[in-house]
């Protein structure tokens, strides 16, 4: 098999991956159990573990593709405004770094030749600053995180820009939604 060919299957691997797990996701009725309340109740159900579930459930649920957002309004319902807020950005570290390594398992670094244009040059230049701004603007995007895995970007430097970019935009969103929370009861 020439190196061409396979890079091609590696590619494919990950979007395979991607359909398949949203597809059993869809399928076994998992994305109605990761909506806020959902989350809620299966933190509550988990007792002193709770926090260690959710993180799980973050984790499991950014590969199967749930949206971030559900996590992060979860984190407010179960723990309140301010543990909700480290759990949920803790959270959200975990989710996109085992996202990472299970790309780069899947991956490798198949997209490490691409041609990005300014972005790649920033990510080659400026890996964690690049960083910083993608996890600030684009959180917890699954195939944001499958893309950054399969380029040359190390772990280290994903690792280390996520942790600063997530910072606002999680504590943000945990913050912010509160006032929504009440307005739908749940508070």
Do not use: N
Request: aromatic share 10%; proline share 4%.
């Amino acid at each position: 098999m020439s190196p061409k060919q396979k890079k091609v299957l590696r590619i494919g691997g990950v979007v395979a991956f991607f359909a398949i797990a949203w597809l059993t996701a869809r399928h076994f009725g998992l994305v109605e159990h990761f909506s806020a309340d959902g989350i809620r109740g299966l933190v509550a159900s988990a007792g002193a573990f709770g926090i260690l579930v959710y993180i799980g459930a973050f984790s499991l649920g950014s590969l199967m593709q749930i949206p971030g957002a559900a996590f992060l309004v979860a984190a407010r319902v179960a723990f309140g405004p301010v543990i909700g807020v480290a759990v949920a950005y803790v959270g959200a570290l975990a989710a996109i770094s085992i996202g990472f390594v299970t790309f780069r398992g899947l991956g490798g670094k198949s997209l490490a030749d691409v041609r990005w244009g300014k972005l790649g040059a920033q990510l080659d230049d400026r890996p964690v600053r690049t960083m910083v701004l993608l996890r600030t603007f684009m959180m917890i995007s699954p195939p944001l995180t499958a893309a950054l895995a399969m380029s040359k970007l190390r772990f280290r430097d994903h690792l280390v820009g996520s942790a600063i970019g997530l910072v606002l935009p999680v504590t943000l969103w945990v913050l912010a939604s509160g006032p929504v929370l009440e307005c739908l009861g749940w508070s």
